[in-house]
T-cell receptor, first 113, second 111 residues
Framework: DAGITQSPRYKITETGRQVTLMCHQTWSHSYMFWYRQDLGHGLRLIYYSAAADITDKGEVPDGYVVSRSKTENFPLTLESATRSQTSVYFC????????????FGDGTRLSIL | GESVGLHLPTLSVQEGDNSIINCAYSNSASDYFIWYKQESGKGPQFIIDIRSNMDKRQGQRVTVLLNKTVKHLSLQIAATQPGDSAVYFCAENNAGNMLTFGGGTRLMVKP
């Protein structure tokens, strides 16, 4: 029962570098989400996807790019990392919106020096 | 800004006692609510949910109460155990069918 897995669990990189966070789910859920979690802000939605090749912006999309070529994968890319993007990133999935809960991975702790 | 549970207070309870964690929400149009548990170093874990056409829902050792009149949600944990120690936060499904998360409450269980 793998559920939803994120990799890497920890990542340290430098400003200006590109970094990609991976997310993989085994439930065949239609919806996938990326959140960041920072002290004082709770979970904030970066991007979400309703299906393969369908993505949309969330509350804080600037500086991030996503893709969803396959239903089970939803990678998040920081094209040119900045210190303000130091955070814990969570991926989630759900079968539908508004009537079923989202299920989360264990996160990627990203530090940008 | 956030509309759900702005602060991260701490609730300390004795093992075996009941715990009540509260959450206020501001959007009266929200129709679905979820409680999550987050342990250190892990992702949020689904506990229980409730739709707005209900005012109470029970799970195993947990009960969620919804008071739409005052826009208040609570999570009751019966016979709290050390393994219940975590941050608990609520989420509401808003008009755009996106979840808005609160900042959470830290539950500490004293043995």
């Amino acid at each position: 029962d793998a559920g939803i897995t994120q990799s890497p669990r920890y990542k340290i990189t430098e400003t200006g570098r590109q970094v990609t966070l991976m997310c993989h789910q085994t439930w065949s859920h239609s919806y996938m989400f990326w959140y960041r979690q920072d002290l004082g802000h709770g979970l904030r939605l970066i991007y979400y996807s309703a299906a393969a090749d369908i993505t949309d912006k969330g509350e804080v999309p600037d500086g991030y790019v996503v893709s969803r070529s396959k239903t089970e994968n939803f990678p998040l890319t920081l094209e040119s990392a900045t210190r303000s993007q130091t955070s814990v990133y969570f991926c989630a999935s759900s079968e539908s919106l508004g009537i079923q809960p989202q299920h989360f991975g264990d996160g990627t702790r990203l530090s940008i020096l | 800004g956030e509309s759900v549970g702005l602060h991260l207070p701490t609730l300390s309870v004795q093992e075996g006692d009941n715990s009540i964690i509260n959450c206020a929400y501001s959007n009266s149009a929200s129709d679905y609510f979820i409680w999550y548990k987050q342990e250190s170093g892990k992702g949020p874990q689904f506990i229980i949910d409730i739709r707005s056409n209900m005012d109470k829902r029970q799970g195993q050792r947990v009960t969620v109460l919804l008071n739409k009149t005052v826009k208040h949600l609570s999570l009751q944990i019966a016979a709290t155990q050390p393994g219940d120690s975590a941050v608990y936060f609520c989420a509401e499904n808003n008009a755009g069918n996106m979840l808005t998360f609160g900042g959470g409450t830290r539950l500490m269980v004293k043995p």
